[in-house]
């Protein structure tokens, strides 16, 4: 994000050699080139207090557009899903059943459309429980299973590591006592 | 957005009365108020500079972090109606036609959605042709209809003035000769 004017870089401090004047003498006009770096100093640091405040509205204004436009790409990953599933049940009256397998298709492209948005599906069982992916919503007690796994999937979570959209709602596994 | 240190103000030019040095003379030392000043400006300067690098750092993580939340917000409005459609697709077995009176309702939902993220459905005949929310795929030639105004919609269009995210694919009946 390069502003429209890049500041001037600051010199390094001058070591100051002079002595310094009496402090109870009154103040004596300095010599021009001393005056010419304060004027030089102000402007510039003007200019950047101008970049910032440019900068911050400019900035308030890229957040809005940048959430607009993640919105709306990330809605119009659906509407194909919407299109097909009105496509099919346009055929309702014909064969209910075979129009049941087509939504089941538009069911898959559902979760491909959340794959795509990178919230990938997970459903596995016999996996170790894992509270950033998991969230347990009862216990059964399977002498066969592993302690503390997954033994049963209530819900599909979706996303990937460290990017969860939604846990997956689980049955987990008894803990060996 | 507020800095960590707000900036602080640039006192307005002062007026110099002073007549200037010779601009042949030497650099003569500065009264030691002059050389505070450039002290002074010169460090405001750099602070000005440094807040710029960080507001710039700091924009770039939260443009991420803005555009990463809008996507999860917005894909998390149809987990409902993906849970809602393999819920339906559970009992298929049972009695088709009833889930796919089901499966209806799983639609409504998904253009429920589409209206709370900001994109209403549209689908009106009759109406006039609007190039901003409709796209012709056709003509008809309907002596009884208004010219130029929509006589078929064959996809619907979702979005609000000025925010489409697709214009409905429209059949408009032919403009008079």
Same mark, same amino acid.
């Given at each position: 994000?390069? /502003? ?12 100051? /050699?002079?002595?310094? #004047?009496?402090?109870?003498?009154? #103040? ?33 204004? &890229?957040?809005?557009? =940048?959430?607009? &436009? &993640? ?26 059943? #075979? ?13 491909? =459309? ?12 016999? =996996? ?48 060996? &006592?």
């Amino acid at each position: 994000m390069a /502003t429209g004017q890049e500041p001037v870089t600051p010199p390094e401090q001058e070591q100051r /050699t002079e002595s310094p #004047a009496s402090p109870a003498a009154p #103040a004596a006009p300095g010599p021009e080139d001393r005056a010419a770096e304060v004027d030089e100093l102000r402007d510039n640091w003007r200019r950047a207090l101008a970049d910032l405040d440019n900068l911050r509205k400019r900035h308030a204004k &890229e957040l809005e557009r =940048v959430r607009a &436009e &993640e919105r709306a790409r990330t809605a119009a990953a659906w509407l194909p899903v919407l299109d097909n599933l009105e496509r099919a049940l346009a055929h309702a009256d014909a064969d209910p059943s #075979a129009v049941l397998k087509g939504i089941e298709t538009v069911r898959d492209q559902a979760v491909e =459309v959340l794959r795509g948005l990178g919230y990938p599906r997970h459903e596995e069982t016999g =996996v170790p429980f894992d509270p950033t992916r998991h969230e347990v919503v009862g216990v059964v007690d399977d002498p066969g299973a592993e302690p503390n796994t997954v033994a049963q999937v209530v819900s599909p979570g979706y996303g990937a590591d460290g990017n969860q959209l939604r846990p997956a709602f689980v049955m987990v596994s008894k803990r060996q &006592e």
